[in-house]
């Protein structure tokens, strides 16, 4: 099992290890409002005056599958990838974002952060690393 999970850690690299658990857990979420979407939920007002819930849970589906997909493309054409595993987050939390400064949800604010922290700025942040890390001049020096 040991060298089957290098030559995939090796064959994904750092950026399509990100965007292949990105990918599967935007699936996930997206399945769980599709399967069981309940009433609206709140704070979501802005997306739901537009769609049912059920075709804003096929958007985090669809990005999902397109971030997993981009895992495996080569390094620069993976891009894509992380443009679509941010589509989601960045909706809903532009939503929520409207719906605490709107008073029609108070808590929005909070969750507007929370997707805009935990989600999008950690996406961009992923999108940002290197795929192989060269160590510091100076820190090459001193190790001879």
Known sequence: ???AARRLRKRLGRRGTALAI????????????ALQPGPNPAGLGLLTRFAD?????????????VT???????????????????I???????????GG???????????AAWYGLGHVALIL???????HSVPHPARRERGR
């Open 125 to 131: 942040f992923l999108a940002t690393l290197p795929e």
């Open 22 to 33: 990105l990918g599967p857990a935007k699936i996930c979420f997206g399945l769980g409002y």
């Open 101 to 111: 400064l709107t008073g029609e949800y108070p808590r929005g604010l909070a969750i």
């Open 1 to 3: 099992m040991r060298p």
């Open 68 to 86: 997993f997909t981009c895992a495996w493309l080569r390094i620069g054409r993976d891009g894509l990838g992380f443009f679509a595993a941010l």
């Open 88 to 98: 989601p987050p960045f909706v809903w939390g532009s939503a929520y974002l409207w």
């Open 53 to 65: 819930i059920r075709c804003w849970s096929s958007v985090w589906i669809i990005c999902g599958l």
